[in-house]
């Protein structure tokens, strides 16, 4: 599948992807929405002119994809949205966000489509910094109640804007779908270490009544923004899980924060957010230095 790292063969697989006759539609139906059903442990998508799917105990994708779709479409859609059902299968939360390490922890960039998180993160990439995920972060809570982040092993995904003027050109891949100029980047470093949760930042531009700089919401509106950023919120409200994000918001507020972060979305305005963020690291006592390493000096 493109834009995903290959890494050592597990003798167990934890998910398995596969072609299958899927039926159209489930047993045992719970719940059910315009292209979508679910039962105990199964959820069946059908997205028109793509194909159907079907998600079985959090562990196994099958499909079969309508005429004319080809691997690269399909590949999409089965790591995109379809993973991210998945992962609300685990009754994991999922996030809309991108992830890198700072000092051991994962720092989040959550946004909407275009809000720039692979983008920041690919700049921060450039500085050195380690990536842990790209569009979905899933998180759980340990034993102890600290909210971890799990890395996905992704591959960056960049507009051709954001490449040229980040110098990404010798790291781009295949574009994603026929001649669309957004393509699969790898990423200079990528964690392959579950992680805590350092500090999750929603993204806005800079414009009025908004100015440039990070704020800190009070923990009930954290937890409403997290779960705003919640990826496919509206499976968040059909499979009863707006408690546990509230409950998981409310774990990241107090233990790490939830930042609002505007700034300019100009490119020539990055290196000034990095440093914006570096200064904020430093102050609620995350490392400045790259990949978990002491600062110098």
């Known amino acids: 599948m493109p834009g995903l790292i290959t890494l050592a063969d597990l003798a167990v697989p934890d998910v398995t992807i596969r072609p299958?006759?899927?039926p159209e539609a489930l047993e045992n139906v719970v719940a059910a929405g315009p292209n979508w059903q679910r039962s105990a442990d199964q959820f069946?998508?059908?997205?028109?002119?793509?194909?159907?799917?079907?998600?079985?105990?959090?562990?196994?994708?099958?499909?079969?994809?309508?005429?004319?779709?080809?691997?690269?479409?399909?590949?999409?859609?089965?790591a995109g949205t379809v993973f991210g059902i998945l992962l609300h299968q685990r009754n994991h939360i999922v996030l809309h966000a991108s992830a890198i390490a700072v000092n051991g922890k994962a720092v989040l960039f959550c946004g909407a489509s275009g809000a720039g998180k692979s983008t920041i993160a690919?700049?921060?990439?450039?500085?050195?910094?380690?990536?842990?995920?790209?569009?979905?972060?899933?998180?759980?809570l340990d034993d102890a109640g600290t909210p971890i982040v799990h890395p996905d092993g992704r591959f960056l995904k960049l507009w051709a804007g954001s490449?040229?003027?980040?110098?990404?050109?010798?790291?781009?891949?295949e574009a994603m779908r026929g001649?669309?100029?957004?393509?699969?980047?790898?990423?200079?470093?990528?964690?392959t270490a579950a992680m805590p949760v350092g500090a999750?930042?929603?993204?806005?531009?800079?414009?009025?009544p908004r100015v440039a700089g990070i704020a800190r919401?009070?923990?009930?509106?954290?937890?409403?923004?997290?779960?705003?950023?919640?990826?496919?919120?509206?499976?968040?409200?059909?499979?009863?899980?707006?408690?546990?994000?509230?409950?998981?918001?409310?774990?990241?507020?107090?233990?790490?924060?939830?930042?609002?972060?505007?700034?300019p979305l100009r490119f020539t305005a990055m290196d000034d957010t990095v440093a914006m963020l570096e200064a904020h690291w430093a102050?609620?006592?995350?490392?400045?230095?790259?990949?978990g390493m002491e600062p110098q000096g």
């Open 20 to 22: 299958i006759d899927v």
């Open 44 to 78: 069946l998508l059908e997205l028109p002119a793509i194909g159907r799917f079907l998600l079985e105990g959090g562990h196994s994708i099958g499909f079969a994809r309508a005429p004319d779709i080809g691997d690269q479409d399909i590949a999409i859609f089965l």
């Open 122 to 140: 690919a700049a921060l990439g450039s500085r050195g910094y380690t990536l842990v995920t790209d569009d979905q972060a899933a998180i759980t």
């Open 163 to 173: 490449i040229d003027a980040l110098a990404l050109d010798g790291r781009k891949g």
């Open 179 to 191: 001649r669309m100029e957004k393509f699969y980047v790898e990423p200079v470093g990528s964690s």
């Open 200 to 208: 999750v930042y929603m993204l806005f531009e800079d414009r009025p």
């Open 217 to 263: 919401p009070n923990v009930v509106d954290g937890a409403r923004l997290l779960l705003a950023n919640a990826y496919r919120p509206i499976l968040i409200r059909r499979m009863g899980q707006q408690q546990k994000y509230f409950q998981v918001g409310a774990a990241i507020a107090r233990a790490a924060g939830i930042f609002t972060l505007a700034r």
């Open 283 to 291: 102050d609620i006592g995350l490392t400045t230095a790259p990949n």
